[in-house]
């Protein structure tokens, strides 16, 4: 590995002096945790369609593309045309606004249990506010998550994020953190019991229907219904977390795919199109108690929205990005998915062709590789994850990006855009066996 760190840093020189002065303003040179990885990391200059380019002019294919928001790639035309214009019309009105309005209605018609919405800057206010909201409808303090399930830097929901899953995730967190409590994906048996020791002051399970951040792992037959069945019986509130799974893995979400009910859904990344949103959303029985007309009376739920809120460049990428979705859904969706199967199976063939112990996981245009140590034959949970060789995945990433120009956040799954095409994959599998040839997965 000495030798990719060694090429990677002849051709990040201007990366590295920037990330000098950059860990003097920022505590580990960055805005957002997993952005960091060793020694540094590049600092980007441009990014169009499926390239971003760094200060050195090195020139990487994007599988991270923007924590996977950017469903059509970096700067798609429709969308920077779009956004030139309103920017001359004013960034940010601070006031209610036509453009929220309309793209509060595309949402509303293409999820319609989204009977209601309230618009924030991220997803993680989106899922404070969700839990929030649930605790206020139900009147009950507890709140059931994944272990391993990610749902933003909110204090309520930075639990069981990191293996062990058991200590704090860091410190300064308040005494909330006693009321949550973590099941583990795919184990219905396991989560029954769990949530049963707490049902009567649950308010709310929160899941991803996907497991993302903690994995990309698809939910086995039967899991989350299981989950809905029990949250129905007890007056539990679903929330399904769609930050990534909304629009990514078909144009009405991942619920609708899966036939869920979720009396709440959170919403994020693509529906802004490349710029910040976060959203609640859901039964209006649920989301009108955040009406503030109603702030005298009993029940009133006080949730934001934020300075940034509905801001009209944001609304202008969301409409352009979701009306170019719905009008080609069955063009991305079928092209995305197949590239995604595609990567899938190609991948897990060129590991088995060399005896290497690989599993990649994921659905529609989302895909992860694991190494697992032992004797795992399926990753059904982020315990599973965090037991294979994280290592070797993060050299496998690091060699695609110092040595071949494709670019994974390390040690993070990848998202097909669609911008990507089957060179690009192929370009991908064939870099792949050449890692293993050379020798520099051991
Ligand atoms: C499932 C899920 N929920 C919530 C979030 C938080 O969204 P944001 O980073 O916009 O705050 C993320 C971010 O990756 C996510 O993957």
Same mark, same amino acid.
């Given at each position: 590995?000495?030798?990719?760190?060694?090429?990677?840093?002849?051709?990040?020189?201007?990366?590295?002096?920037? #990330?000098k002065?950059?860990?003097n303003i920022?505590?580990?040179g960055i805005s957002?945790n997993?952005?960091?990885?060793?020694?540094?990391?590049?600092?980007?200059?441009?990014?169009n369609?499926?390239?971003?380019?760094?200060?050195?002019?090195?020139?990487?294919?994007?599988?991270?593309?923007?924590h996977w928001?950017?469903?059509?790639?970096h700067?798609?035309?429709i969308v920077s045309?779009?956004l030139?214009?309103?920017v001359?019309?004013?960034t940010?009105?601070?006031?209610?606004n036509?453009?929220?309005?309309?793209?509060?209605?595309?949402?509303?018609?293409?999820?319609?249990?989204a009977?209601?919405?309230r618009?924030?800057?991220?997803?993680?206010e989106?899922t404070?506010?969700?839990?929030?909201?649930a605790?206020a409808?139900?009147?009950?303090k507890f709140?059931?998550?994944?272990?391993?399930?990610w749902?933003?830097f909110?204090?309520?929901?930075?639990?069981t994020?990191? #293996?062990?899953f058991?200590?704090?995730e860091g410190?300064?967190?308040?005494p909330?953190?006693?009321?949550?409590?973590?099941?583990p994906f795919?184990?219905l048996?396991?989560?029954?019991?769990?949530?049963?020791?707490?049902k009567?002051?649950?308010?709310?399970?929160?899941i991803?229907?996907v497991?993302?951040?903690g994995?990309c792992?698809?939910?086995?037959?039967?899991y989350?219904q299981g989950?809905?069945?029990?949250?129905k019986?007890?007056g539990?509130?679903l929330?399904?977390?769609?930050?990534v799974?909304?629009f990514?893995?078909?144009?009405?979400?991942a619920y609708?795919?899966?036939?869920?009910?979720?009396?709440?859904i959170?919403l994020?990344k693509?529906?802004?199109?490349?710029?910040?949103?976060?959203?609640?959303?859901?039964?209006?029985?649920i989301?009108?108690?955040?009406?503030?007309?109603?702030r005298?009376k009993?029940?009133y739920?006080s949730i934001?929205?934020?300075?940034?809120s509905a801001?009209?460049?944001?609304?202008?990428?969301?409409?352009?990005?979701?009306t170019?979705?719905?009008?080609?859904?069955?063009?991305?969706?079928?092209?995305?998915n197949?590239?995604?199967?595609?990567?899938?199976v190609?991948?897990?063939k060129?590991?088995?062709?060399?005896?290497i112990n690989?599993?990649?996981?994921?659905?529609?245009?989302?895909?992860?590789?694991h190494?697992?140590n032992?004797?795992?034959?399926k990753?059904?949970n982020?315990?599973e994850v965090?037991?294979?060789?994280r290592?070797?995945?993060k050299?496998?990433h690091f060699?695609?990006?110092?040595k071949?120009?494709?670019?994974?956040?390390?040690?993070?799954?990848?998202?097909i855009?669609?911008v990507?095409?089957?060179?690009?994959?192929?370009?991908?599998?064939?870099?792949?066996?050449?890692i293993?040839? #050379?020798?520099?997965?051991?």
């Open positions: 590995m000495d030798e990719f760190q060694q090429i990677y840093k002849i051709n990040t020189k201007k990366s590295h002096s920037l #990330y002065k950059s860990s920022f505590p580990g957002h997993i952005r960091f990885f060793n020694p540094y990391p590049f600092f980007v200059r441009k990014a369609g499926k390239i971003i380019t760094d200060v050195d002019n090195n020139n990487y294919i994007d599988y991270w593309m923007g928001a950017l469903i059509l790639g700067s798609p035309k045309k779009a030139a214009k309103q001359m019309n004013g940010l009105y601070g006031t209610v036509n453009l929220s309005l309309e793209l509060g209605d595309i949402i509303h018609n293409l999820i319609p249990r009977e209601m919405m618009f924030a800057s991220t997803g993680s989106a404070m506010y969700a839990v929030r909201l605790r409808k139900s009147g009950r709140i059931a998550k994944i272990i391993g399930g749902h933003g909110n204090s309520t929901l930075l639990e994020v990191n #293996y062990p058991s200590s704090a410190m300064g967190f308040n909330d953190r006693n009321y949550i409590k973590s099941i795919n184990d048996d396991a989560s029954l019991k769990i949530l049963n020791s707490i009567d002051n649950l308010a709310c399970l929160i991803e229907p497991l993302g951040g994995g792992i698809v939910p086995e037959k039967d989350l989950l809905q069945e029990f949250a019986k007890n539990i509130i929330v399904l977390d769609e930050i799974t909304g990514r893995l078909s144009i009405n979400g609708n795919m899966f036939k869920l009910e979720p009396n709440l959170t994020g693509i529906a802004g199109g490349g710029l910040p949103i976060g959203i609640v959303c859901g039964e209006k029985e989301l009108s108690l955040a009406d503030p007309k109603n005298s009993e029940g739920c934001g929205g934020g300075t940034f801001n009209p460049v944001t609304m202008v990428s969301g409409i352009q990005t979701l170019f979705l719905r009008k080609n859904k069955d063009q991305v969706y079928d092209k995305i197949n590239l995604g199967n595609f990567i899938r190609e991948l897990e060129v590991f088995y062709e060399y005896n690989a599993i990649i996981t994921g659905i529609g245009s989302l895909f992860h590789i190494f697992p032992d004797n795992i034959i990753i059904k982020a315990t965090a037991l294979c060789d290592e070797k995945l050299n496998f060699v695609l990006m110092a071949y120009g494709i670019f994974f956040l390390p040690n993070k799954m990848g998202a855009s669609y990507h095409n089957k060179q690009d994959l192929i370009k991908l599998i064939e870099s792949t066996r050449s293993i040839e #050379y020798k520099l997965l051991q």
